[in-house]
């Protein structure tokens, strides 16, 4: 009896614990959001379809600044962070630092970017770290797009584009 007794508890006490860490992970990615909300919304969209990202595209191409899109897009800065610190530790820290003091010499935007949008402003200067943290956190886990993915789905979707001429 005693080993039962020991087992529901240890079971117990796992449980508690385990139901735990989703909750304060959960908390982290709504404050995460709620930051996302508040700082960078107003120049970053959420989310860029593939159909935004071709729009994007192509007005570069041109020599355009893209129309639709003010700055990019979370899900594609997401990946492309990723891309050069795919271990959330390192992602965190470089997000954290490059809202914080951001430059071009140390960001990971594609050149183009920097043409038609500059870099961004220091918005991480008036933030909390733990606001800094939990947007960084949200950024990394929010997103499961892999860059050279998208990249590559963006550019199959110029080609059929461009082999349909009437398509927008």
Same mark, same amino acid.
């Given at each position: ?6 087992? +529901? &508890?240890?079971?117990?006490?796992? *449980? ?5 860490? /989703? ?6 990615? @709504? ?17 860029? +379809?593939?159909?935004?990202? &071709?729009?994007? %595209? ?7 600044? /893209?129309?639709?899109?003010? *700055? !990019?897009?979370?899900?594609?800065? =997401? *990946? ?5 610190? $795919? ?12 809202? +914080?003091? /951001?430059?071009? =010499?140390?960001?990971?935007?594609? $050149? ?8 961004? !402003? ?13 947007? *960084? %956190? ?17 550019? @199959?979707?110029? %080609? ?9």
């Amino acid at each position: 009896m005693n080993i039962l007794k020991s087992l +529901t &508890l240890g079971v117990a006490v796992l *449980a508690t614990v385990s139901s735990a860490v /989703p909750e304060a992970d959960r908390e982290i990615m @709504e404050r995460g959001y709620r930051v996302y909300k508040e700082n960078c919304s107003l120049c970053h969209m959420e989310r860029a +379809t593939l159909w935004d990202f &071709l729009k994007a %595209r192509l007005s570069v191409l041109s020599g355009k600044r /893209p129309e639709n899109i003010d *700055a !990019p897009p979370m899900n594609l800065v =997401s *990946a492309r962070v990723k891309e050069f610190y $795919p271990n959330e530790i390192e992602f965190v820290e470089f997000v954290k630092d490059y809202i +914080t003091n /951001p430059s071009k =010499s140390k960001g990971v935007c594609k $050149p183009a970017a920097y043409t038609f949008f500059g870099t961004m !402003p220091p918005i991480g200067q008036g933030m909390s770290e733990e606001d800094k943290d939990a947007v *960084a %956190r949200w950024l990394y886990h929010n997103y499961s797009d892999v860059w050279s993915e998208l990249f590559k789905r963006v550019k @199959e979707l110029q %080609r059929k584009r461009e082999a349909i001429p009437e398509l927008p």
